[in-house]
């Protein structure tokens, strides 16, 4: 007996190239909501139907629909921003959205709190400072990511540009995006529009690419479907060593799911990478599970089915072999803080910006600081894919004027904030976030004050441990790959994991469940003071816990394939 296609699979089946009954949702002025079929199709078009769920309970008792608005998410292939286009989306943030700006752990930006009316102002707003959202969220290729400081060498720049290209090729082919939202006329009688790459159906689930250079792997290269490993020879571009199947997602007490990091299946040359990603894109199209949506990502895919056999399969479809994998070593996938100098001469400072969001509050005023920076700035802004953000290609003379800036405007946490805080990470959750069971973005600043206090209790104020926390196990922060990790399970609770390194090559455990916080206090606090007395000279946290046998994480990526 064959298994039912999932109700998402008919729905995109249904939409003509993923146009539903969208423009009819957005003409119903009865509802902030669009239909039902329509909410999961307006995700290709890079939004989200979300509601505010701090008002949820009240609303529901005095008998009104729940507060709808929309998220919109851009696509930003390695998170490139010219200052007129931050200048842009800081008007648009406060026009339409809800006042901030929110740097994604994928180089993208989110706008929050778009209710339906001003849906299509907004996209159209988006549209013109040259920003599309197309695929930035759905079945789809996503944001392509790459290590966000690319002005390293020129082997850099290299890297990044075959990311956009890679990211434009990848696009769906439908017009849908620019009918619905930038009233392009549809042509009468013209040529039936096809998807040649992804067919009717798209693909079974999403699909994220990321470019990691080493030794950076900010990226967290393995936690993608397709990971393309930058391999630089004397200072040149030789090409990319492949990984397949990463993924973060899971479900609690589902043994079928489960975060797995990306396997290594070869090295293709720079000519030949648009060929692998299309294979690798079309073998989980075709084969992966359009049934049960939780098993529909890549890696179960290759559980499933094998290595060898997808590899196989990716070579046919390509039509060559790929070559042996070649060595490389990452050191680290947190972001460099500070003013780093290019091989240009050119500047860069990358600034520390908490969970990634943008808003100005009280005395805190980043979202003017941005917007002032903006006004002068005559090189462009990156965002990293630690949600903070790079003020890039500035010139030796322009500096002091963006420190002034950025001290007025209290954007330089990087000086200030402990390296614990520096490199945390949370994902949004709620209020947001139809599928948050614990606070994420909102609780982290009282979190780390709180952990922070016991590092200093244990004389390890400067240990520069990776602490990420996402709201429910789907895993937006890529929590499995912090040295500590929080993942909500109900509100005030979370499954405490340990035991990543800072590499992004090996994943968590999970130490201990549903617990809240005076029981994750109390756990740090005793595994702090062993890390204290008993640590190994440089010896990170998550290494040291597993030496420890604290924790005994799956085997990771092995380093000496890689060293
Ligand atoms: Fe995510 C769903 C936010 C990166 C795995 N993610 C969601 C949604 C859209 C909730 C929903 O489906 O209704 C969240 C919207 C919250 C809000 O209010 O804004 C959401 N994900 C985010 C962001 C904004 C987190 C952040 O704080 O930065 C990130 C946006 C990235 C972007 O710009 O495209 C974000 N999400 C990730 C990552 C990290 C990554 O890709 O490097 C992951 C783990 C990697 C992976 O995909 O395996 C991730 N998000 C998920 C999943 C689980 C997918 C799975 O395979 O099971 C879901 C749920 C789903 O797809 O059903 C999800
Ligand atoms: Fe929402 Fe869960 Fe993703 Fe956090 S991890 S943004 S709670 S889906």
């Keep these: ?20 009954s969208l ?19 307006i995700k290709f078009h890079g939004s989200y139907q979300q509601d505010d769920r701090d008002l949820r309970e009240e609303r529901r008792q005095q008998k009104l629909e729940p507060a709808y608005s929309f998220m919109i998410r851009t696509r930003t292939p390695g998170g ?60 789809v290729n996503r944001n392509v990511m790459v290590s966000a400081n690319p002005v390293e060498s020129p082997a850099h720049a290299l890297v990044h540009d075959w990311a956009r290209r890679l990211s434009e090729h990848l696009k769906p082919n439908t017009r849908a995006y620019h009918e619905i939202w930038l009233d392009e006329e549809r042509i009468a009688g013209g040529e039936a529009e096809s998807e040649p790459l992804y067919g009717d159906t798209y693909l079974p689930r ?6 990691a250079v080493p030794p950076h792997n900010d990226v967290d290269v393995f936690a993608h479907d397709l ?32 975060p797995l990091l990306g396997q290594l299946i070869g090295f293709a040359t720079p000519d030949q990478l648009f060929a692998i990603a299309e294979a690798v894109l079309a073998t989980q ?10 098993r529909a990502r890549l890696k179960y895919t290759i559980e499933d089915r094998g290595l060898d056999w997808f590899k196989g399969e990716v070579e046919r479809r390509a039509g060559f072999a790929l070559a042996v994998t070649r060595p490389f070593a990452f050191e680290h996938n947190g972001d460099r803080f500070g003013w780093s100098e290019g091989h240009d001469g050119r500047w860069h400072l990358t600034l520390r910006i908490e969970a990634g969001r943008i808003a100005d509050r009280g005395a805190s005023t980043p979202m003017s ?70 606070e994420a973005e909102r609780y982290l600043p009282d979190l780390l004050g709180k952990v922070e206090g016991l590092l200093e209790k244990h004389a390890l104020a400067d240990a520069p441990i990776h602490l990420r926390i996402s709201g429910c196990p789907n895993g937006c922060s890529r929590p499995y790959l912090g040295e500590i990790a929080l993942v909500g399970k109900a509100p005030g609770r979370y499954n ?38 008993e640590r190994n000279a440089a010896e990170a946290f998550g290494d040291f816990l597993v030496r420890a046998g604290v924790v005994r994480p799956a085997a990771g990526i092995p380093l000496e394939v890689i060293a």
């Design 1 to 20: 007996m064959t298994t039912p296609i999932s109700n998402v699979e008919q729905i995109k089946q249904a939409s003509r190239h993923l146009r539903g």
């Design 23 to 41: 423009r009819e949702s957005l003409g119903d002025a009865h509802t902030g909501a669009i239909r039902a079929d329509d909410t999961a199709l």
């Design 80 to 139: 490139v921003v010219t200052p007129r286009q931050w200048l842009a989306l800081d008007a648009i943030a406060t026009r339409h959205a809800n006042g901030s700006l929110r740097l994604t752990t994928r180089q993208a930006l989110q706008f929050h709190g778009v209710i339906k009316r001003k849906l299509k102002a907004t996209l159209q707003a988006i549209n013109a400072s040259l920003i599309d959202t197309i695929a930035a969220c759905g079945d």
């Design 206 to 211: 999403k699909f994220k690419i990321a470019f």
């Design 227 to 258: 990971g393309c490993v930058a391999i630089l020879e004397e200072g040149a571009l030789a090409g990319f060593n492949i990984s397949v199947g990463g993924g973060m997602g899971a479900t609690h007490n589902d043994a079928e799911t489960y």
């Design 285 to 294: 199209r075709d084969f992966g599970n359009r049934s049960a949506r939780k």
């Design 369 to 438: 600081g941005l917007r002032a920076i903006a006004g002068s700035h005559r090189g462009d802004f990156r965002l990293t894919p630690n949600q903070n953000l790079v003020i890039a290609n500035v010139a030796a003379e322009d500096r002091a004027a963006i420190d002034a800036l950025v001290a007025r405007h209290g954007l330089d946490l990087h000086r200030r904030a402990s390296p614990l805080r520096l490199h945390a990470l949370a994902c949004v959750a709620l209020p947001t976030c139809g599928l948050a069971m614990a």
């Design 496 to 533: 405490l994991m340990l035991g990543a390194d800072r590499r992004g090559q090996r994943l968590n455990a999970l130490y201990a469940e549903n617990i809240d916080e005076a029981a994750i206090l109390a756990h740090l606090d005793t595994l702090f003071a062993r890390y204290a007395a």
